[in-house]
């Protein structure tokens, strides 16, 4: 079993849709990482979170550590938010262990 | 605007060969990161890197080898590539040590062994 579970693996959405990305784990983690991989291959980081709730634009995060668990939001999706968003999380510091992504398909 | 650069987006090699893939970064990072990624496994550390010189093994190091001669360049080796490692390679680089820190990753390489 995966330390780090992301769910759905695959989501398509309509244009304006509100979008939940879900991220489980199963080890003790000191922070979070919610990462954009667009097709072509780059990542980019989007957020870095140990406890509540981060925002940017249209993009909101938050954590539960208790539960272990984490999402990411999307409001008023768009095409260009097509990508596969890829949770992280930080081990001991120094120990960055990766889901295996969700891949967003957003049509218009 | 900070960057990490891989030198190359596609590669094509032949079986046995000697593989070389580059990556720069212009932040003066002290962490930098090798991962290759493939389907349905996420992002695998393959070796990284704190300082000028050092070097330490990730999950997957068999079969390849790295350089970190300069702080901005940290280079992956394949010495003699074989077909499992047809795959995407990702660099990435981190500021702080010993404190979850935001890494900046490359493009990546999308590297085919025939």
């Known amino acids: 079993k995966n330390e780090v579970e992301q769910s759905p693996q695959n989501l398509t959405a309509q244009e304006g849709e509100f979008i939940t990305i879900n991220c489980s784990y199963s080890?003790?983690?000191?922070?979070l990482h919610w990462l954009q991989q667009h097709p072509g291959g780059g990542i980019v980081s989007l957020f870095m979170l140990s406890s509540g709730k981060k925002k940017h634009g249209r993009l909101i995060a938050t954590i539960n550590i208790q539960e272990k668990h984490s999402s990411l939001h999307i409001t008023a999706s768009h095409p260009r938010d097509s990508a596969v968003y890829i949770c992280a999380v930080w081990v001991n510091t120094d120990k960055l262990i990766f889901g295996t992504g969700t891949r967003l398909q957003v049509f218009p | 605007d900070v960057k990490v650069t891989q030198s190359s987006r596609y590669l094509v090699k032949r079986t046995g060969e000697k593989v070389f893939l580059e990556c720069v970064q212009d932040m003066d990072h002290e962490n930098m990161f090798w991962y290759r990624q493939d389907p349905g496994l996420g992002l695998r550390l393959i070796y990284f890197s704190y300082d000028v010189k050092m070097k330490e093994k990730g999950d997957i190091p068999e079969g390849y080898s790295v350089s970190r001669e300069k702080k901005e360049r940290f280079s992956l080796i394949l010495e003699s590539a074989s077909t499992n490692q047809t795959s995407m390679y990702l660099c990435?680089?981190?500021?702080?040590?010993?404190?979850?820190?935001?890494?900046?990753f490359g493009s990546g390489t999308r590297l085919t062994v025939v």
């Open positions: 080890v003790g983690i000191s922070a």
């Open positions: 990435a680089s981190s500021a702080s040590i010993g404190v979850p820190a935001g890494y900046t």
